[in-house]
């Protein structure tokens, strides 16, 4: 592995410091549905402009799970945890709405589950949520990188529009790959794009995804299930076939979110290519802010990490994947 030092991705606040975590309610502005997924759309200046690309946010669910002792006592447990999900987008709030400078507002992207994510998705603007953030450690960008190349595994796709933005905004040529079972599966609706990449004299895939495109990140789609015009196989298959077409592999920097075989596998190529791989990762959480131990992520070496706040961005090397299976 080359020696690389690590910066920040420029934002506000570092990425350690507590107390500027917010805890507080967050009105929704925008909902918009599209088949199994949310995007719900908060005004949380307090959030949206300390924000940094990997980090999440908490979802309560008060409005469910009760506000009084009494209503919570009848309640499963799971259904008082909070919800984590990433910070999918800083969004600017609309003429009229707000004059301001700094960041007013932020989304957040998810796919309808269970309890949680189902009483999420059927909220209405206006509303008031509980909500805390931002929580975590986000993405850093590795020092002489040349090419970021972003692989998402479904809803993975969550933290990359953030961080996309964040990356084209210091000059860093980006890249998207997504991949998803089959079209019905797929986050966002596909758009006739570039072709990112030929194999052979030819196209390997032609689709690609709006809102990357329209940043000018190039993106190109995988499906499991073969369809005319995308690539057939996996997400990580279509990053290693984009890998095979580049002579000169200096200064590529990968970003995985996904289900763990996926990431699990595109660890495993990063390191037989010596290229930097980041991973996010998923773990049940209690607190997220590191009070509970609810969350360990296990580390090579027999050690364990907490994925709230010690991730959940993490070294793909220095995850232990074999105990990560095990999990
Ligand atoms: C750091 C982080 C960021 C995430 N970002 C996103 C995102 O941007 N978009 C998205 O769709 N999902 C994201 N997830 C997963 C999301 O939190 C779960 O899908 C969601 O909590 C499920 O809630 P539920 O009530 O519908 O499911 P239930 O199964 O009823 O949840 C029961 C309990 O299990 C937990 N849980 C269930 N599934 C998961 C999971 N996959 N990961 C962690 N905890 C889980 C819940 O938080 C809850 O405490 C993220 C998870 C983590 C840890
Ligand atoms: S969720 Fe409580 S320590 Fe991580």
Not at 286 to 295: L, M, R, V
Request: glycine letters at 10%.
């Amino acid at each position: 592995m080359s020696q690389v030092t690590a910066r920040a991705l420029p934002s506000g606040s570092s990425q350690r410091n507590l107390t500027t975590i917010f805890s507080g309610t967050a009105k929704i502005v925008a909902k918009e549905r599209y088949r199994n997924f949310c995007r719900l759309t908060f005004r949380c200046p307090e959030i949206a402009s300390r924000a940094l690309p990997g980090q999440f946010v908490n979802l309560y669910l008060d409005g469910l799970s009760g506000e009084t002792q009494f209503e919570r006592s009848s309640l499963p447990t799971a259904a008082i945890l909070p919800r984590p999900f990433s910070i999918a987008k800083i969004v600017p709030l609309r003429k009229g709405e707000i004059q301001s400078d700094a960041p007013q507002a932020f989304s957040v992207l998810f796919e309808i589950r269970s309890t949680g994510t189902s009483w999420l998705a059927q909220l209405t603007t206006d509303v008031p949520v509980r909500i805390s953030g931002p929580l975590g450690k986000g993405f850093w960008l590795p020092e002489g990188t040349k090419i970021a190349v972003m692989v998402a595994g479904g809803i993975g796709v969550a933290p990359f529009p953030f961080l996309a933005e964040k990356l084209k905004s210091q000059g860093v040529e980006t890249i998207l790959f997504l991949g998803a079972q089959s079209k019905e599966k797929l986050p966002f609706d596909p758009v006739r794009a570039e072709f990112p990449f030929m194999r052979n004299g030819k196209p390997l895939s032609y689709w690609g995804v709006d809102e990357f495109e329209s940043i000018g990140v190039r993106s190109a789609i995988s499906l499991d299930k073969p369809e005319e015009g995308f690539f057939a196989g996996t997400v990580v298959q279509l990053f290693e076939a984009w890998l095979s077409t580049l002579r000169e592999r200096d200064g590529i920097a990968i970003y995985g979110c996904g289900p763990i075989p996926m990431l699990k596998a595109l660890a495993e190529i990063a390191s037989a290519n010596n290229l930097l791989c980041q991973v996010s990762l998923e773990e049940r959480m209690g607190c997220g802010f590191g009070i509970c131990f609810g969350c360990p992520i296990p580390i090579k070496g027999d050690s364990y990490k907490l994925c709230c706040t010690d991730g959940p961005v993490f070294d793909a090397n220095e995850v232990d994947w074999e105990a990560m299976g095990e999990a």
